[in-house]
């Protein structure tokens, strides 16, 4: 089993037909009032937690969740219930609605987003546990901080591998807070930014990150991937080319997917941030986060038409 925390949400998505770049004044920052004319709009669900979970049972991985939704949850539930994903370790508040996001991105799949926890803001452990075994992995994703906390000692107590993927949360984080998930990750994963954002709240260098966990991945959108495993080379690993472009949101969730998908069949980390790469290729071939599918022969296709032969995977 793959057990996933963090959002459950919706997302409101929005498209800028143009670049942010050209209507940002660097010498401005400190006063910035700028808007930007969306062209459209479109509400999907969404949520980290969901968007991975989604991905796995795309590729016949079981995953359980575990966050805090609210009165508008049920269709969005019933749903990832029919893709048989576990929502035991979910809990419903009927007082709140369901965490929000809305996602603005440019021509150039740059985003801004702002996020509204609401139900997300009640912590789901230690009143949910996992149910875990031997073999399992388990990814702690930007959610609640008491459950990112509280969940990465539970997995280090009980010997479970897992990814710490902070994201959005990082900035909300204290320094504290954010040393205490790393302790004992397995993989410390974000895209350029969000690494050098850890470092600096934390105090570590990039080296000294690489050098607390088992492996680093950085991601670079449309340029690919790196995997530093401590003590070893950098691994770049190239972005596997959609057949269109349609929306960047949800790529980076797609692309877990597959690295988890691959860690649990223990296929190592370099073949398995080459599946992320492959399932991140089919998200952004559809507008909004959990619209793509695939099945496994279109899978093994698109992965050997980028990386060459596939091992079999469990």
Not at 247 to 261: F, N, Q, S, V
Not at 265 to 292: D, I, K, N, P
Request: aromatic share 10%; glycine share 12%; hydrophobic share 40%.
């Amino acid at each position: 089993m793959i057990h996933i925390s963090g959002s459950l949400a919706f997302d409101r998505i929005m498209t800028f037909p143009g670049h942010f770049e050209d209507h940002i004044l660097p010498e401005k920052l400190h006063f910035l009032n700028v808007s930007f004319p969306i062209d459209h709009i479109e509400e999907k669900r969404g949520g980290t937690a969901g968007n991975i979970a989604y991905t796995l049972a795309l590729l016949g991985e079981p995953s359980c969740i575990y966050t805090t939704v609210g009165r508008d949850f049920t269709l969005y539930g019933s749903e990832l219930v029919r893709m048989g994903v576990d929502l035991d370790g979910v809990a419903v508040d009927n007082d709140l609605y369901t965490a929000c996001a809305y996602i603005t991105s440019d021509q150039a799949g740059n985003q801004i987003t702002g996020f509204c926890p609401s139900a997300m803001d009640i912590p789901v452990f230690p009143h949910k546990v996992p149910k875990v075994q031997k073999g399992d992995w388990a990814l702690i994703g930007p959610g609640n901080h008491e459950d990112m906390v509280g969940l990465a000692g539970f997995y280090r107590e009980q010997g479970i591998p897992f990814l710490f993927d902070p994201g959005q949360q990082i900035t909300s984080l204290d320094p504290t807070q954010l040393a205490a998930c790393l302790e004992g990750a397995a993989v410390l994963i974000g895209n350029d930014y969000e690494i050098e954002l850890v470092g600096k709240k934390t105090g570590r260098s990039r080296e000294e990150l690489i050098a607390g966990v088992e492996a680093l991945i950085v991601t670079y959108g449309s340029k690919g991937s790196s995997v530093f495993i401590r003590g070893e080379r950098e691994i770049a690993v190239p972005a596997v080319p959609p057949k269109r472009v349609s929306d960047p949101t949800g790529a980076g969730d797609a692309y877990r997917a597959g690295l988890l998908k691959g860690l649990h069949a223990g296929m190592g980390m370099a073949f398995s941030a080459r599946l992320g790469a492959v399932t991140s290729s089919f998200c952004v071939e559809e507008y909004g986060t959990q619209v793509h599918s695939f099945d496994m022969e279109q899978f093994k296709q698109r992965y050997e038409s980028a990386f060459g032969p596939m091992p079999l995977l469990k």
